[in-house]
């Protein structure tokens, strides 16, 4: 009788109680913690073949001392947090999980774009400071309000989310273009530098990934590139954008609104420098949770699972 393989799941408090993921269909042991501390991970992964990690690292140090491990199943579509190249090296598999916010993502992504387009933030915060209750007039006019028809939205990264925001834009009435990497599929979407992109757009939507040659993407001069008023929007990765930039272009008037689900530094420590405008109705930002709805995380519950089970049935050999 084959033992039953052992999985330790070291950050399940990543997600709420709610999302169920479900147990792989082969004799296992399954152990779980909410949360893995750095010093804690080598111990609870003694003797475990397969680890299943959303933002707890795993480098070298760890996998030196870890000889059982065969395989990590990252409950993400970023695996930064792994040693890629310490794991080739000594035969552990690296699997994520892609695909499964292509419709909880551009959603938010849209959300804001309404939200900061169409001042909700400020006129919301009329009514609850009693503007309307005293106006003279039906209706309280205040800051203008933008549609997005006829409106250029400017697209840095087509992958699949990059796809869906375009398709999204394109049912608002959008002109959309993108930047010359990646696969348009089935889009007519112009394609162009992204100085001209900046130059053009009226909101700037960012799906790309954190590189060395793309972090602080936007920066000063980009900025200064961008159309009056203009907004943009980051639900990627913080590091993209250089904040004090940012925040120099938002105090110039140069920058319209800021739409911003991730930091540079997450969960930010209480000075981070954009939390001190978060209160500014021009800019919104969510605690990185554009990924997070109930369907997309159902779906990449099951997807880490059925990683696991690919990973077991290849080493069985069927």
Sequence with gaps: MTDPIRIAFLDRGTFPAYVDFPRPAFPHEWHEWAATSRDEVVARLQGMEIAVVNKVPITEAELSQLPALRFIAVTATGTDNIDGEACRRRGVTVANVQGYAAVSVPEHVFALILALRRQIVSYRRDVIDGHWQTSQQFCLLGEPIRDLRGATLGIVGLGAIGREVARLGMAF?????????????????ARLPLDELLAQSDVVSLHCPLTDSSRHLLSGPQFAM???????????????????????????????????????????????????????????????????????????????????????????GA
Excluded at 272 to 279: E, I, K, P, S, Y
Excluded at 299 to 313: S, T
């Design 173 to 189: 009435g959008m002109r959309v273009v993108a930047t010359e990497r990646g696969d348009a599929g089935d889009l007519a979407v």
């Design 226 to 316: 961008m159309r009056r008023g203009a907004i943009v929007i980051n639900t990627a990765r913080g590091g993209l954008i250089d904040d004090n930039a940012m925040i120099a272009a938002l105090q110039a008037g140069t920058l319209g609104g800021i739409g911003i689900d991730v930091l540079d530094v997450e969960p930010p420590g209480a000075g981070h420098a954009l939390l001190r405008w978060a209160d500014d109705p021009r800019v919104i930002i969510t605690p990185h949770v554009a990924w997070a709805s109930n369907g997309a995380m159902r779906d990449l519950a099951g997807k880490v699972i059925e990683g696991i089970e690919r990973y077991v049935r290849r080493k069985a």
